[in-house]
Each structure stands twice: as C-alpha cells, then as structure tokens.
C-alpha cells in the first residue's frame, strides 16, 4: 500500500520514482525505532507516505534543488531533510537537531540507505543562539528549513542570509518564501 501511494503521489509531482525503496526502508527504520522513542505520532504506513515522504518531497515540485546546499535546523525524524535527499542525491545535506538521540537515528538511516554519515546528521548543539552561528560553523546553504520551535529562538542577519527560508512564519522574518 505505502508504495503505490508512493507511486502514485511522486508521479503527480512529476518526480522520478527510483527513491521509493529507499523511502520504503526508511520508513521501516521510522516505525521500528519510534516503538521505543517518540520520533513521529503518525504512525500508519499510508499516513506516513502521504503526510512525511510526499509533503516533503512535493517541495522538489517547487524549485529545482540539484546541486544546493540545505540546513534542516530542528530535522527530528529527519523532515523534510532526508526524503529531498534520497529524491535529490546531488542535493548537499545537513540535518541539525539537537538530541543525541535523533542524530543517532539520523546516521543510522544515512548508513542503512547508503547516504554519506557526515552530510546526513549533525548534532546542532554548539550553533549558538542564532542561524548566524550555522555560517560559524561552517554550514552554508542556500536553503534553510526551520522547524516552528526553532523560529521563536533564532535571527538571520542580512549577511548570512540564505537564499530563501521554508517555514510558513518566514514572512515574519521578512525572508522570502521558496516559490
């Protein structure tokens, strides 16, 4: 069921389908390691297709990320940071979270589906107070995804700016939206 809703939802968006298996595994890593810690309260493998994998990968739909460069700051499970990457290998990658704990997940799914470790999973813990501090440490990237709790904590500054921001409050920050 999961993958003809796959399928069938990633040819709507004019997406090529080679990556349902590895969503496909993906999603088996989810479910088994969220039946002993809360990554995800969506829990039904068609739920998850439609509400993780086909979200995340209908932004592939809106602009062309070959080649780009994306921080998923607060990525928790891996949303939408990890299904862009298994739809756009080209796509550089890194996922920032936090919690230890989701970071090991992270580089579990990265190694089981054959992605690099070290592009996959970052741990966010020293970035400091702001995004300024992802360009500190050496993260650049054109696209920035902020998880809505994040929102509140962080500042972009005019200088560090990436090219757009993916979070429905980014008008707040005067960032302008992917289109």
Known sequence: MMESILREGLTALSLPTEGIPALMRYADLLAKKNKVMNLTAIKDPAEVARLHFLDSAALLALKDFRGMSVVDVGTGAGFPGLPLKILEPSLHLTLLDAQRKRVDFLREV?????????????????????????????????????????????????ANRPDCIVHQFADILDLPMLQ
């Open 110 to 158: 990265c190694r089981e589906l054959g992605l690099e470790p070290e592009e996959c999973a970052s741990v966010a813990d020293n970035l400091g107070r702001d995004i300024t501090g992802a360009k500190a440490a050496g993260i650049g990237a054109n696209i920035l995804f902020i998880s809505p709790e994040k929102l509140a904590k962080k500042t972009v500054t005019d």
